[in-house]
DNA sequence: CTTCTGACA
DNA sequence: TGTCAGCA
């Protein structure tokens, strides 16, 4: 399918989904006139890659992670949703491990974050008596 | 009309 | 990301 199909079956702008390709996340054929030729198979790819990019994830791990999920489609076509699941398989050892140390980065940034936000509140609810130096 | 590449806001 | 240009 062109570009313009793919578009209307992910809701996702020409403009990224040529990004994406430019980002080494997509690399669909090329018909005789130049014009991209997605795969069915790209419709999923392209909703795996919003998914990833939400979670806040850098387009150089998606394209790692991407490998990472072998079409476990077994299903008609009838559902919208999204059908993807991380699938160990090729590879891929270790993904789901990183991905959890990613999660405890994150929460302990969050904690931080708190910390300071915490810091910060009793900070401003202190008398505020801080002049200006007399100009 | 649709897509392509490159570039600018 | 949107959008414009200039082609094919």
Redo the contacts with the bound molecule.
Sequence with gaps: M????L?DATG?????L??YEEQGLLRPARLA????DYSEADVATVRRIRRLLAAGLPTAVINRILDCFHDGDGGTDTGNDDGDGLMTSSGCAGLTTRLRRERARIAEEIERLQASDQALESLLAMPARISRAPG
């Design positions: 062109r570009i313009g199909v578009e996702v702008s020409r403009r990224l040529r990004y006139n130049g014009y991209r």
